[in-house]
C-alpha cells in the first residue's frame, strides 16, 4: 500500500478559509476511487516561516492506483486549492510505502 502524503504550510490570515476547503476537498479526492482513507493532521512542530501547517495522508490502494490518480484527477483537483489560495500556502507533495502495519490488541 501506498500513502500519498501532501504537507501544506498555511498563512494564518487564510488559515479557517484553508481548513473549511480542505474539509470539502478530501471527500472529492477520495470520489476518484484510488483511496481507501484519509487522515487530517496538524503538524506541531512550529515552522520558522510562520503559519499552519498540516498533513493530508491518502491511502491509496496500489501503486497503480495512485499513478491513475496522478494522470486522471490530481491537476484538475488541485486547481481550485491554487486559485484560491495560491499565494498564501506551500504544499509539497511525498509518497510513502506501508512496510508493516502494527496493531495493539488488549484481549
Do not use: C
Amino acid at each position: 500500500m501506498i500513502i500519498y502524503n501532501v504537507t501544506v504550510n498555511i498563512d494564518e490570515s487564510i488559515h479557517d478559509d484553508w481548513l473549511a476547503w480542505i474539509k470539502e476537498h478530501i471527500p472529492q479526492v477520495l470520489g476518484t476511487g484510488k483511496f481507501d482513507k484519509a487522515t487530517l493532521s496538524k503538524i506541531l512542530v512550529e515552522e520558522d516561516m510562520g503559519g499552519v501547517t498540516y498533513s493530508i495522508q491518502y491511502r491509496s490502494y496500489s501503486r497503480e492506483a495512485l499513478d491513475a490518480y496522478y494522470k486522471e484527477d490530481a491537476d484538475r483537483l488541485r486547481q481550485d486549492g491554487l486559485k484560491k489560495f495560491a499565494d498564501k500556502m506551500l504544499a509539497f507533495r511525498t509518497e510513502l510505502e506501508i512496510v508493516d502495519d502494527y496493531t495493539v490488541n488488549f484481549t
